[in-house]
């Protein structure tokens, strides 16, 4: 039972404050004897998970930003000292913007239409948007690859039907780095819309119309609004997901369009310069959090990821 | 407050409903239906569910395409004209408010979408919520609205672009009663002040007798009759009728001259008209009497042996249960504090007026 004592639940701190003002009143024992409690430390695992393979690592690659190769600042000061860098960074940002503005305007008529379709249909898109998800990412990639090369399917095919007499460049710039990351994230982009948009009353549609709104007017002005939770869902975990990407761009990429992940993963393999590496990867964390800071200021987090009602 | 209202009034539109039908693939919601709503009328659909009572109130609304049949309004053809030209306003069971928008913002809605200049949609909304009294409640969102004050709002989207008919569909199933008689009265009172024809759906016959100047009632996606409130329940055509609106004695049997011969007992009652079908005797609680056995029954009067079984104070008068016989129950409403006081257990006789009772055949509809 000591672990009662390291994690009590919510409901064991909040009884034993409320207790505190009125002791004297008696109180009914409680019956589920401790089975809350009991069923809390089931979290226990995955906490001790987290805090041995992601807690104590980051506090290590913390550290390490700060004392490799000697204590002080200096990983730091190179990084924002050098613009070389911080185009690296702007970079990463750029992209996973683009990527989710990407993803939104194909992943919202996507999942507009599951809702539209009946269930043969509705499964059949389903399982479109998750087999991706269900192969590796370095296949896809590598798939990618062979479909966008000067030699590659898509270049080959417009060549043999006349559309085109010099391949298209696609691949090794930031076109191939939309296509292929754009793909991957698609999943994230469109079930989240497509939850919210489930719940949506379409009745409220109907109404607007009755009441003299055209069918688009009735879509933008009542439909879409009521849809928003989904698509700022869909927009952070696609832009967050995004910033951290690492094989996509550094197969599908050219030289200008390098992001951080690849950035840190040179310095880490190529140089070993792991304080550099680490100060990057703290870098990164620290502004995306700030840039979620800055989001939460304007929107309900808890509320758009499902937290609260 | 009356100002207001006289703001918002508008001439409402007549309604022409020509045969309409609506069939699934296997079923048929609504069967050559015909209906002609005055303009300025208030109407009531009347019907059990699955009646199509909805369904012919979506049809003209245009929610819902009819397989065959013409919706006039005002004399023009609009069955194939879309919802949100039809310039009809709507208020569903379900309010259907737009939780995104505050209470001001839903009733400006309609207006916004017919481009009316910002300072008229500021007008305009000040009174429709004046109307229903909700003007100090314009910041609240509907999630903040009790189901009444929902309602309320609904119909205050629903006057404020004064609309050529105002549409309900079961408005106030969802409240509870005390607040649905409140509302009943609301809405007829925006309808004598307003002036627009209002077509209203309702299952519940005591609203539908209370509020319409119409009823129409319908069954198994037909109509069954159309007439006032009073028609209906002094005048029903069938036995569906009688029996879904009002309570009713009813004895089957066959009508012969001035005679109906019930089928059961072969009593040999006396009836106001002469005719020769199967049918059913209609006789409402009210007109049935009660009188101790072995006094004086007034000339023309039918009269039934019975025991008393049950008697209720329902404060206005009394409603009493009299056995007959062969076992059957017939209901009587006599008033409170008459000549005679039924006891329980004891004989009664029952009389009425033979004028009083009606037959229906069984099948009006083979009548053309």
């Known amino acids: 039972m000591a672990c009662q004592v390291t994690v009590p639940s919510t409901r064991e701190r909040v009884s034993a404050h409320d207790a505190d003002p009125a002791p004297a009143a008696p109180r009914p024992p409680r019956r589920a004897g401790g089975l809350l409690d009991r069923w809390g430390s089931l979290v226990l695992p995955l906490v001790a998970f987290l805090l041995v393979v992601f807690v104590l690592p980051l506090a290590f690659v913390l550290a390490q930003s700060f004392t490799e190769p000697e204590p002080g600042l200096q990983n730091y000061t190179d990084f924002f000292g050098s613009p070389v860098y911080l185009d690296v960074l702007a970079n990463t940002f750029r992209i996973a913007g683009m990527v989710t503005v990407v993803t939104l305007l194909l992943g919202f008529p996507y999942a507009y239409l599951m809702t539209l379709a009946g269930p043969f249909w509705r499964g059949v898109l389903m399982v479109a948007v998750l087999v991706p998800f269900w192969t590796s990412l370095l296949i896809r990639t590598f798939a990618w690859v062979l479909m966008l090369s000067d030699t590659g399917v898509i270049n080959t095919v417009l060549r043999e039907i006349g559309l085109i007499s010099e391949p298209l460049p696609l691949l090794r710039n930031l076109t191939g780095v939309l296509i292929g990351m754009s793909q991957v994230m698609l999943p994230f982009a469109v079930l989240p819309m497509y939850a919210t948009m489930r719940s949506v009353d379409r009745r409220l549609v109907q109404a607007a119309e009755g009441l003299g709104a055209t069918p688009l007017q009735a879509f933008w002005r009542v439909y879409a609004p009521l849809t928003a939770p989904g698509v700022a869902a869909a927009t952070l975990l696609v832009f967050v997901s995004s910033l951290g990407f690492y094989v996509t761009p550094a197969l599908l990429g050219g030289p200008g369009d390098v992001m951080i992940g690849e950035l840190i993963a040179k310095q880490l393999s190529g140089v070993l310069r792991w304080g550099f590496a680490s100060a990057l990867a703290i870098a990164l964390l620290v502004v995306t959090g700030l840039l979620l800071a800055l989001v939460a200021r304007f929107v309900d987090l808890r509320r758009m990821l499902g937290g609260a009602r | ?368």
């Open chain 2, 1 to 368: 407050m009356n100002e207001t209202i006289a703001a918002l009034a508008g001439t409402g539109a007549s309604i022409d409903v020509q045969g309409i039908s609506k069939r699934y693939r296997d079923t048929t919601a609504l069967d050559d239906v015909s209906l002609q709503v005055k303009a300025g009328e208030f109407i009531t659909l009347l019907g059990a569910s699955g009646s199509g009572k909805s369904t012919l109130l979506n049809i003209i609304a245009g929610f819902i395409e009819p397989t065959s049949g013409r919706i006039e309004v005002a004399g023009k053809d609009i069955t194939t004209v879309p919802p949100y030209k039809r310039d009809l306003g709507m208020v569903f069971q379900h309010y259907a408010l737009f939780p995104h928008m505050d209470v001001w913002e839903n009733v400006a809605f309609p207006l916004r979408r017919r481009k009316v200049a910002r300072a008229e949609v500021e007008r305009q909304v000040r009174q429709a919520l004046d109307v229903v009294e909700l003007g100090r409640l314009a910041k609240r969102r509907p999630s903040e609205l009790s189901g009444g004050q929902q309602q309320r709002v609904a119909l205050a989207r629903a006057i404020v672009f004064r609309p050529r008919a105002l549409l309900m569909d079961e408005p106030l199933g969802a409240l509870d009663k005390r607040l649905r008689e409140q509302l009943q009265l609301e809405i007829k009172r925006l309808h004598s002040e307003l002036g627009t024809t209002f077509v209203f759906v309702t299952h519940d016959q005591e609203e539908a007798l209370a509020m319409s100047d119409r009823i129409a009632v319908l069954r198994d996606g037909a109509l069954v009759q159309v007439g006032t409130p009073e028609e209906l329940y002094e005048r029903p055509s069938s036995r569906y009728t009688a029996e879904f609106l009002g309570e009713s004695n009813i004895f089957t049997g066959h009508h012969r001259g001035a005679r109906f011969i019930d089928a059961t007992t072969k009593a040999d009652l006396a009836v106001g008209e002469t005719g020769d079908c199967a049918g059913a005797l209609v006789l409402r609680p009210e007109h049935a009497h009660l009188a101790a056995p072995g006094s004086d029954i007034p000339i023309g009067h039918n009269v039934l042996n019975g025991v008393v079984r049950d008697v209720i104070y329902l404060g206005s008068g009394l409603r009493v249960e009299v056995t007959l016989p062969d076992g059957r129950a017939i209901v009587s409403r006599p008033a409170a504090r008459g000549r005679y006081t039924p006891e329980p257990g004891t004989g009664v006789l029952v009389h009425w007026h033979a004028e009083r009772a009606l037959v229906v055949p069984d099948h009006p509809s083979v009548a053309p």
